[in-house]
């Protein structure tokens, strides 16, 4: 995901419309005896394109609709002035390559390999065509046979472009707002800050079902308010199918279906204007999200150069809040577990030193006062029952000391842990995944352990993913009051984030909440992040 698009893709095809119509249109115009055929009809149907490409571009800068309802009439007239230029130009000045480049990449980018294939056929047809006329009066067909070639060639390698450009996915995870679940946060909340960030939307609300009931939960984010508004349970009768967009002042709204073509529709028919009225929604893109546990919509607005390329990232940001919802519920079972054993483990400690001391030193004084009552000194028996209770406060002490500090293990046992956890990785992403540790006397608190393993996993899929690596080499070590790990790759650099960052998010978020510090550096064609974590446990 990414923090906004700066270019939509039907704006960068405006522009590219805009500068060919300019840019030939200049040349012609410089050229003093320019190879024109019919120069009074070619002269004005390059003055209707260049002005059609500026009305097109300020028409559609900042408008999803109105680019989207004309985009076939807009490829239509580009395909008709390309097979018009090639009748009536010749020689270098004929723009056929460069008008032929530009409908066909067009596609491509809106609609996808269909599209590009027969645009494809239909360009390369007519200027097939164009030869053959050319033909009949003169003996230039051999030119005409020899670029048609060419086209082909081409065509079929913007095809193959077609059909694979979406299957990586639009939008980079690295750039994506979803980092590690906090806890301190439901999931709720955890969500839908990470997918404004991943869209810098201004404005966020998530509508939640939990499976099996009909109470609706509503989650209102915006700038550093958050409200939880109340619906009813029949807000949203109609569930979303696919991500869209909508703008609910002009009552419209359009997605794509499996194959990518356009579906118009009115936004009244999934959004009722009584949800609409209490969520306060306007325009922006609405996210169906479903997990085991439940199923949602969430609604993005205020999102810079709004476009129908954010339909795309809505499908990515479904799964993706699918997962992260999964994955907190994962880590909160995992945190209420250790609580549950930590409270057994507590009660039995407690049981078994203060409360059976305690209980021991009643009975004693319950015999001090027996022999109290016979006259006997008790002077010796109660500096000797002192003495206890001072040891037991001591013991007390170091007690409580290790529960702050949390129960220990041994740094062979971690390293043991990381290593199988490496063997893991390595078969899990086909890379090679090497992992070593020096030997030491330390102990490492449990809760660390959990970190360490956690943050493996993360820098490990963050060098596949987003670098490229096929190795990845992990290494353990004790330093002074830290825990030190060393996680080098022989990926290339990570891509920045919005902000300049080419940390990862994930990693430095994790690292964080445990209190340590993260340092990247990069030479010699690897990538080096150095973590360090405290061994006297987090630092809230």
């Known amino acids: 995901m990414t923090r906004g698009l700066s270019l939509p893709s039907g704006r960068v095809i405006a522009i590219g419309r805009y500068m060919l119509a300019s840019m030939f ?46 985009a076939g009439i807009f490829h239509a007239i580009d395909i008709m002035v390309f097979t018009f230029l ?38 390369t047809l007519l200027y097939l065509l164009a030869g053959l006329t050319v033909a009949a009066t003169s003996d230039e067909f051999h030119p005409f046979v020899i670029r048609t070639g060419h086209l082909i060639i081409l065509s079929l390698i913007l095809i193959w472009f077609g059909v694979n450009q979406w299957r990586s996915g639009m939008y980079a995870r690295e750039k994506s707002g979803f980092g590690e679940p906090s806890l301190y946060k439901s999931s709720l909340e955890n969500s839908l800050e990470a997918a404004m960030h991943g869209l810098n939307a201004s404005r966020g609300i ?31 009768t109609k569930r979303f199918e696919r991500p869209f967009l909508y703008e609910l002042a002009k009552d419209r709204a359009i997605t794509r279906d499996e194959d990518r073509n356009l579906q118009r529709f009115r936004s009244r028919d999934l959004i009722r204007e009584d949800a609409a009225t209490v969520l306060s929604l306007r325009d922006g893109i609405a996210i169906p999200v479903s997990t085991a546990a439940g199923d949602g919509e969430l609604f993005l607005e205020g999102v810079p150069n709004l476009s129908l390329d954010h339909i795309e990232f809505g499908e990515e940001a479904a799964a993706d809040i699918a997962a992260y919802i999964q994955r907190y519920a994962l880590i909160r079972a995992v945190e209420e577990s250790a609580e549950a054993r930590s409270r057994v483990a507590l009660a039995g400690d407690l049981h078994d030193s203060v409360v059976q001391f305690l209980a021991g030193a009643a009975f004693r004084v319950e015999a001090l006062k027996r022999d109290q009552a016979i006259g006997r000194n008790l002077e010796a028996d109660l500096e000797q029952l002192k003495r206890l209770m001072l040891q037991e406060q001591d013991e007390l002490r170091t007690f409580i000391a290790a529960l702050r500090s949390g129960p220990r293990i041994e740094l062979a046992e971690l390293a043991k842990n990381l290593k199988d956890l490496a063997s893991k990785l390595s078969r899990q992403w086909d890379i090679s995944c090497q992992f070593s540790a020096e030997k030491s006397e330390a102990k490492v608190p449990s809760r660390l352990q959990f970190d360490a393993e956690q943050l493996v996993r993360e820098a490990v899929a963050n060098a596949v993913r987003h670098a490229g690596a096929t190795s990845v080499t992990i290494r353990l070590r004790t330093e002074s009051d830290d825990l030190r790990l060393d996680l080098i790759n022989d990926g290339s650099r990570y891509p920045k984030s919005a902000a300049g960052d080419a940390m990862p998010r994930s990693l430095s978020e994790r690292v964080r909440l445990a209190g340590g510090e993260l340092e990247l550096s990069r030479g010699l064609g690897l990538t080096k992040i150095s973590v360090s974590l405290p061994l006297s446990g987090r630092m809230h």
């Open 206 to 236: 998530l509508v939640w079902r939990e499976r099996g009931s009909e109470k609706i939960e509503a989650l209102i984010s915006e700038g550093t308010q958050l409200s939880a508004p109340e619906l009813k349970s029949d807000a949203f």
């Open 25 to 70: 249109l200049l040349a012609v115009w410089l050229n003093a005896s320019p190879p024109l055929n019919s120069p009074a009809l070619t002269w004005a149907v390059l003055g209707f394109y260049f002005i059609f490409a500026g009305a097109v571009l300020a028409a559609t800068w900042s408008d999803w609709w109105l680019d989207a309802r004309l």
């Open 86 to 123: 090639v009748f009536s130009t010749e020689g270098y000045m004929s723009p056929y390559f460069a008008s032929f480049m530009f409908v066909l990449l067009a596609a491509a980018i809106r609609w996808g390999w269909r599209s590009t294939a027969l645009s494809a056929i239909l360009l």
